[in-house]
């Protein structure tokens, strides 16, 4: 039911009690319709005001989670370059190092 359907409906229903009651009761049954409508139009407003608060709140947590999410990807992304560049150099250490040993060992062997 829309709102004007409602509104409608109030007011059919207010003249039809009011035709019934005093002329000061009936004025007190329109100033209540008109009490009521802006009651229901204030709490329509709250709601729009509710669903933007609760719109701004996801969009929020989306994009923190998006940001967390991509922060642990770099930090994972750039320990596995650590760990592969010093896994490089160790090995290339240890070739060269076996080299030289190997080229001392040769030069006292042929100096002995």
Sequence with gaps: MSISEFFS????YVSI???????????SAVVDVVILKVL???VLEVEVVVEVVVVVVVVVVVVVV?????VVVVVVVVVVVVVVVVV????????VVEVVVVEVAEVVVVVM
């Excluded at 409906?9 to 059919?12: D, I, Q, R």
């Excluded at 998006?66 to 991509?70: K, R, Y």
Aim: glycine share 4%.
């Design 17 to 27: 009690s009011g035709s019934r009651c005093s002329s000061r009761r009936s004025s």
């Design 88 to 95: 490089v150099v160790v090995v290339v250490v240890a070739v």
């Design 40 to 42: 229901i139009i204030v």
């Design 66 to 70: 998006v940001v967390v999410e991509v």
């Design 9 to 12: 409906k109030v007011e059919v």
